[in-house]
């Protein structure tokens, strides 16, 4: 079993950052790709970053140039630093991890973390 444990989110002024960092633990062989998605409510869940294991990453274009994905792993974290932050980043952001067990790939998601932007 893996277990992803979210930290990070709240409130923040527009102009705002913050951070979200997810950890994974538990039975662990390869992690692949390490992802953060975002929703709204009666929306879709869509990408927002994701890192490979090579370290390559891929951004939505609405965060391109203000968001950061970076991971660790030797600990097994992913970050997402959002900086300059607009009302419309507002959105539960999920952890998404992608694990290598033999010919397997098995996706989990980690809990939603609010993140609101407002004045």
């Keep these: 079993q893996v277990q992803l444990m979210v930290s990070g989110g709240g409130l923040v002024q527009p102009g ?18 390490m992802a953060w998605y975002r929703q709204t409510p009666g929306k879709t869940r869509d990408l927002v970053a ?7 990453t891929n951004y ?6 203000r968001f950061t994905i970076s991971r660790d792993n030797a600990k097994n ?9 607009k009302p419309e980043d507002t959105a ?13 790939k098995y996706i989990y998601w980690g809990q939603g973390t609010q993140v609101t932007v407002s004045s």
């Design 16 to 33: 705002g950052s913050l951070r979200l960092s997810c950890e994974a633990s538990g039975s662990i062989r390869s992690i692949e790709t």
């Design 50 to 56: 994701d890192v490979s294991d090579s370290s390559s």
């Design 60 to 65: 939505a274009d609405s965060v391109k140039g």
């Design 77 to 85: 974290v992913v970050y997402l630093q959002m900086n300059n932050l």
């Design 92 to 104: 539960v952001y999920y952890c998404n991890v992608a694990i290598i067990d033999g010919p397997t």
